[in-house]
């Protein structure tokens, strides 16, 4: 009886000290409050993150952001609740999937393109044009004739 | 080869102009939410007289449920009269206006509801998790809820005496099983 009265109390105190476990929020690290406000765009701004934006809202977003953090939720959960309410919108840098993929590709497909038209302007621009005269043959005799003007002028 | 090249810069300009006019041609405030025609989150906020108000008890009603500051200026001055005078309409139909004051003072809320003698049931979102739970970006922004608690419209910009008896009157004509 007494053994069970034992018993009892241990699963009570270690019921007790798993709920408090459990109930109490996760401590959370501000940077990773910041690394998830800064991947969001503030809605009531213009190009600024949340990360960034002094506004009343941006303000509420933190928090909301580290409220669902200490819940325990990853950055990426986080993320995901803002997307699912907001839509991709709320990303300041787009998914790099489908339609999007256009605007991580179009820059360097520019710049590529841009190199070929310098490439092919260069090579235009340095070839000898056609029809220039050909330079005249250098003889024995002629380097001699240039060696011996060249003293006398000097 | 020059011919070519003449008409290979205009053709490389075009697909560039044809993004720009696309973008250019989007209203930057049609964000399309990706909430409509899903479940309403639910809330549950303390009125100002101090009633709780919860979505939950309007159930199986048509909700409008409208976002507004005091401080926003037309847009929420403009659609105040309209949204008090169609819920004094509607009311008796199964309709219920809901006003959910955002990134504002207490005092300003009170004034506001005052001053425009708004008898539906106005609550303060001091966190602002239920504008964030909507999507909210700005006010006014006002919501349609139909029987079953969906959000089948989104209204950005202030609610007109058109567009509040119009998408009431397509919700309310739904029967109840749809």
Redesign the interface.
């Known amino acids: 009886m007494r053994r069970a009265r034992v018993g009892l109390l241990v699963a009570a105190l270690v019921a007790a000290v798993l709920s408090s476990a459990a109930a109490q929020p996760k401590p959370v690290s501000e940077d990773t409050v910041h690394e998830v406000a800064a991947r969001l765009r503030c809605?009531?701004c213009q190009n600024l993150s949340v990360a960034d934006s002094p506004s009343?809202?941006a303000g509420?977003?933190r928090?909301?952001i580290r409220e669902r953090l200490a819940a325990g939720e990853s950055p990426d959960e986080v993320q995901r609740y803002?997307?699912?309410?907001?839509?991709e919108?709320i990303l300041l840098s787009p998914p790099r999937r489908g339609f999007n993929l256009l605007v991580w590709l179009l820059p360097l497909v520019f710049v590529i393109?841009g190199l070929v038209v310098v490439a092919v302007l260069v090579r235009q621009w340095t070839r000898r044009p056609r029809g220039a005269a050909e330079p005249v043959a250098v003889d024995a005799a002629m380097s001699e004739r240039i060696r011996r003007e060249v003293e006398r002028g000097s | 080869m020059k011919r070519l090249w003449r008409w290979l810069i205009p053709l490389a300009a075009l697909p560039v102009l044809v993004l720009l006019a696309y973008g250019f041609r989007m209203s930057p405030r049609d964000i399309p939410s990706p909430l409509l025609q899903k479940p309403a989150p639910a809330f549950g906020l303390t009125a100002l007289d101090g009633a709780p108000l919860a979505l939950a008890s309007h159930r199986g009603k048509v909700v409008v449920l409208n976002f507004w500051a005091s401080w926003c200026y037309p847009g929420c001055y403009e659609e105040a009269p309209v949204l008090e005078k169609n819920w004094r309409a509607y009311r008796e139909r199964g309709v219920v206006v809901l006003g959910v004051a955002i990134q504002d003072k207490r005092e300003a809320i009170e004034k506001f509801v005052k001053d425009f003698g708004l008898t539906f049931p106005n609550a303060q979102d001091v966190t602002g998790t239920v504008s964030v739970d909507y999507g909210v970006y700005g006010v006014p922004e006002t919501f349609f809820l139909d029987r079953q608690g969906r959000i089948r419209v989104k209204h950005v910009s202030a609610v007109t005496d058109t567009v509040f008896r119009d998408t009431v009157e397509r919700l309310l004509a739904e029967t109840e099983t749809r």
Request: proline share 0%; glycine share 6%; aromatic share 18%.
């Open positions: 809605v009531v009343e809202m509420q977003m928090a909301i803002f997307v699912q309410r907001y839509g919108w393109a």
